[in-house]
């Protein structure tokens, strides 16, 4: 079945680490997104990417990074510059064709809990 | 610039009974409407959306919306709603940008009570 696949689905860091939020997809869609979920905000763009090779920033990018080396993956690297990055991240595709208006696939998401 | 409103942050509901959930938006350029809903620790997934066409769509799970150009609204509907329709409901706008960027507006916990 394809689909998106989030991993690992909980992780603990300790302040000052940098962590790898892994997100792959077998859906074969161009479009690639990360977002940041926390209770009562809503969805917060952190990062995108149209085509491989190629990202932009979201709305909320300082203190993370990501790359786009193949079109199934999208790493996330949350970085200790990130000053509270507690939270539920979420990973999305969206597919290539125009009349899909930018209609979201999310994976499961993963659970990122600073100690 | 681009905004979405969810009017409430939480409704509570008795099985069988109907539910309306608002969402409002603003944005200076044709949009995109959706609704995701989200269970306990999941990820997002797509209940209905409007395009174009009929302003009146419907989506799985019994759940319809309507858009209403004149007044930016995107309420979501169910007539008669179950113990299992307890989630979290997301109303987004699409812009298309070149690609198209997604904003969401800050969910809705609807809870079902028997």
């Known amino acids: 079945d394809g689909g998106i696949t989030q991993s690992p689905k909980y992780l603990f860091r300790k302040e000052g680490q940098n962590v790898t939020l892994s997100c792959e997809q077998n859906l074969n869609h161009d479009a690639m997104y990360w977002y940041r979920q926390d209770p009562g905000q809503g969805l917060r763009l952190i990062y995108y990417s149209q085509i491989v090779n190629d990202f932009q920033k979201g709305d909320i990018a300082e203190g993370y990074s990501v790359s786009r080396e193949k079109k199934e993956s999208f790493p996330l690297t949350v970085t200790s510059a990130q000053k509270n990055p507690t939270a539920f991240y979420l990973c999305?595709?969206?597919?290539?064709?125009?009349?899909?208006?930018?209609?979201?696939?999310f994976g499961e998401g993963s659970r990122l809990t600073v100690l | 610039a681009q905004s979405v409103t969810q009017l409430d942050s939480q409704v509570p509901v008795f099985e069988e009974a109907p539910v309306e959930l608002r969402c409002n938006y603003s944005?200076?350029?044709?949009?995109?409407l959706f609704w995701y809903v989200q269970y306990p620790n999941q990820g997002l997934q797509l209940l209905l959306k409007?395009?174009?066409?009929?302003?009146l769509v419907k989506g799985i799970n019994g759940f319809e919306a309507e858009f209403n150009k004149s007044q930016t609204s995107f309420h979501l509907r169910k007539p008669s709603v179950h113990i299992s329709d307890t989630a979290e409901y997301f109303c987004?706008?699409?812009?298309?940008?070149?690609?198209?960027?997604?904003?969401f507006g800050a969910g809705t916990r609807l809870f079902v009570k028997a």
């Open positions: 999305a595709s969206s597919p290539p064709d125009r009349g899909s208006a930018g209609e979201l696939f």
């Open positions: 409007y395009l174009s066409g009929s302003t």
């Open positions: 987004a706008v699409s812009e298309d940008t070149g690609g198209f960027k997604t904003i």
């Open positions: 944005s200076s350029v044709s949009v995109y």
